[in-house]
């Protein structure tokens, strides 16, 4: 599996973003999609994920309420909308798919295949 992130970029505070992640294969409506972020000197962290259906959704505190995942399995991609920007979004965005067929993960270590990262960066 490989996966293309695009879609970051430098945005003023308050405004908004749409990312996506393109994946190869055939079997992407069987993964699990979440999104992680890392900013400099901070450990990656979890942002939001999706399961394989698209019936579940999983948001962390932070970005409850201004982003929204979505994913299109006929065009295996995955959308994070993010609304609302702050500065402390500015991060490396990864995306990243569990193949397991396992409940739908928060922690890095459910993700068995990473994408490249884009960089997001929110101006105050």
């Known amino acids: 599996v490989q996966l293309q992130a695009s879609g970051g970029g430098l945005v003023e505070t308050g405004g908004s973003l749409r990312l996506s992640c393109a994946a190869s294969?055939?079997?992407?409506?069987?993964?699990?999609m979440g999104w992680f972020r890392q900013a400099p000197g901070k450990e990656r962290e979890f942002v939001t994920a999706i399961s394989w259906s698209g019936s579940r959704t999983f948001y962390a505190d932070s970005v409850k309420g201004r982003f929204t995942i979505s994913r299109d399995n006929a065009k295996n991609t995955v959308y994070p909308q993010m609304n609302s920007l702050k500065p402390e979004d500015t991060a490396v965005y990864y995306c990243?798919?569990?193949?397991?067929?396992?409940?739908?993960?928060?922690?890095?270590?459910?993700?068995?295949?990473w994408g490249q990262g884009t960089l997001v960066t929110v101006s105050s």
């Open positions: 990243a798919a569990d193949s397991r067929l396992r409940p739908t993960a928060t922690p890095p270590q459910g993700y068995d295949y």
């Open positions: 294969g055939r079997t992407f409506s069987l993964y699990n």
